[in-house]
């Protein structure tokens, strides 16, 4: 039997010169393969040219060429609504800038594990001029002004010990001489602003950009909405119809001055510009607009939030370690409902375990089917039910470097709700040395401790209060030094990468130390290998001016 196909020749011992392929090439062969960029089509209009190769042999040259944004909503109405196509939807990507929205906000906004997008930093920027959130407290004028002078309180505070601690570190580290005096400067401020921004609330304002494509800007638009808070939900409408509107042209004013001297010179031809330069873009007018609140979600909370007070009923939280490496002893079923009454409540994750381990296998399923209950037709399981990760970190750390650790989406997140009942983190060496408390040193320390216990004072004040959303209100007045508490689901390769990365000299030093425990908990458990870490040690000083 002969084959038709002669390229590979016996070996005969001796090199040999590859034969071309103007040689020989069999018919129907293509061996040009062609890479190119685009720009300048919608994102809908290109998740639909993308979608086309799936169900066309036409190239995407030849797509888009043909496509109008009438015909992708057309598409995206049957086979994304109707069909339930969703991966559609990932093919579409929006840029989108939310400014002047409160930290807790921001907190809620980016929860997505597909997401990228940058914030603005609270190590290199000063918050002072940044304004803050006032939530609508009604007819509660006395929760009103409770609130409005702790956040003032908690501002001052913020700039007294951003400068006593700067004087601090000039008068303890001097400038070398190979060092720049502004870059000295902007180095220790910068350290200083590391300490300081333990004393800004949840209500202080930020600004944040992302680009994320069009399935995850549907469901988090549904998660905002379905959020207790009103800034929260606020939020959600007015992403949806940023997605659904006309987008901010960069080049819209430069075009539109063109068709003004395109127009002196020929009329016709301006209003062929006019269509082609000026025309309104919108980002993702189809697949975004029919997000909702997701229900699935606040009906399962509610429910869980009522079995996770029956189950810990007089149950104090127990105490436990900056970071807990939980070890697997429980099945796959413990597990899961384990994370959902984990989720509902303020305990730690190893205290649920046993718990949730000592009940009987019908209680245990009837708990994990108050998490599917409600689940409709489209709707994703929770993300609690990301179950049977190798590593388990229940951490238990201040708002501030929580946020920090919040970027590693590689890894599955289950935070439980802020609250004041596990207390507050004060700094104190701010990687210097063991012996030395920054604070302390720069004479703000009780200064410090004040603001932060009268804020948690009066959150709890406010939270008992008459306001309209009350207890999501006080929520707002807790500083990033408040603890809050996450369980950390990964497997080995992203303990890895976060104990390197995050235990760096140039890093934070509250997210230094998480990271410096959890190595040290993956060499209790792993010895052989934690040896493969590359951690930075905690513990040895570092020099602060090397960033």
Not at 376 to 405: N, S
């Amino acid at each position: 039997m002969h084959s038709q196909f002669h390229t590979l020749m016996p070996y005969s011992g001796r090199e040999s010169t590859p034969m071309s392929s103007e040689t020989f090439l069999p018919v129907g062969a293509r061996n040009q393969t062609e890479v190119f960029a685009v720009h300048g089509a919608d994102p809908e209009v290109l998740a639909y040219a993308m979608a086309k190769y799936s169900r066309s042999a036409l190239s995407m040259r030849e797509s888009l060429a043909e496509i109008s944004a009438q015909k992708a909503e057309q598409f995206l109405s049957t086979f994304y609504f109707a069909y339930g196509h969703r991966s559609i939807a990932d093919l579409a990507h929006a840029a989108m800038a939310v400014e002047r929205l409160s930290l807790l906000a921001a907190i809620v906004l980016v929860d997505e594990q597909r997401w990228d997008g940058q914030e603005r930093s609270t190590r290199y920027q000063n918050f002072l001029k940044s304004g803050w959130y006032f939530p609508d407290f009604g007819a509660d004028q006395a929760s009103a002004h409770l609130y409005a002078e702790t956040v003032e309180n908690l501002f001052a505070t913020y700039q007294r010990t951003t400068a006593a601690v700067h004087e601090a570190l000039l008068r303890r580290i001097g400038c070398p001489a190979e060092m720049k005096p502004e870059a000295y400067q902007r180095t220790l401020k910068a350290r200083a602003f590391d300490v300081a921004r333990y004393l800004l609330p949840l209500a202080t304002n930020t600004s944040l950009g992302q680009i994320v494509n069009a399935r995850t800007l549907e469901t988090q638009v549904s998660r905002l909405l379905s959020h207790p808070a009103a800034e929260v939900r606020d939020l959600g409408v007015k992403l949806r119809d940023a997605a659904t509107g006309a987008a901010w042209n960069l080049n819209g004013k430069a075009g539109a001055e063109l068709v003004e001297k395109i127009a002196a010179a020929d009329a016709t031809l301006a209003g062929e510009a006019e269509r082609l330069l000026t025309r309104e873009v919108r980002t993702a007018p189809t697949l975004v607009k029919y997000a909702e609140p997701n229900q699935y979600l606040m009906q399962t909370r509610a429910e869980l939030e009522c079995a996770a007070a029956e189950l810990l009923d007089g149950m104090a939280p127990a105490a436990a370690p900056l970071v807990d490496l939980v070890e697997q002893t429980e099945t796959l079923e413990v597990e899961l409902a384990a994370t959902l009454i984990y989720w509902a409540s303020q305990h730690p994750y190893r205290q649920v375990r046993d718990v949730v381990a000592g009940l009987s296998g019908s209680r245990i399923s009837e708990i994990i089917e108050l998490g599917l209950r409600h689940r409709g037709r489209f709707d994703e399981a929770l993300r609690v039910f990301h179950a049977g990760a190798g590593l388990r970190f229940d951490i238990l750390m201040d708002i501030g470097g929580f946020r920090d650790m919040h970027r590693h989406r590689r890894v599955t997140q289950i935070k439980q709700g802020f609250t004041a009942a596990h207390g507050y983190e004060t700094p104190t060496n701010g990687d210097l040395a063991p012996d030395i408390n920054l604070l302390a040193e720069a004479g703000v320390l009780a200064d410090y401790q004040s603001a932060i216990e009268a804020a948690h004072a009066a959150s709890a004040r406010i939270a008992a209060g008459t306001a309209p959303e009350a207890a999501t209100s006080s929520l707002y007045l807790l500083p990033l030094a408040t603890r809050v508490r996450c369980l950390f689901k990964m497997d080995f390769a992203e303990a890895q990468y976060i104990s390197e990365l995050r235990s760096g000299p140039a890093g934070h030093f509250s997210y230094r130390r998480v990271a410096w425990e959890m190595y040290l908990a993956l060499e209790r458990q792993h010895p052989t290998l934690a040896k493969h870490i590359r951690v930075t040690d905690f513990t040895e000083p570092i020099d602060l001016l090397k960033r």
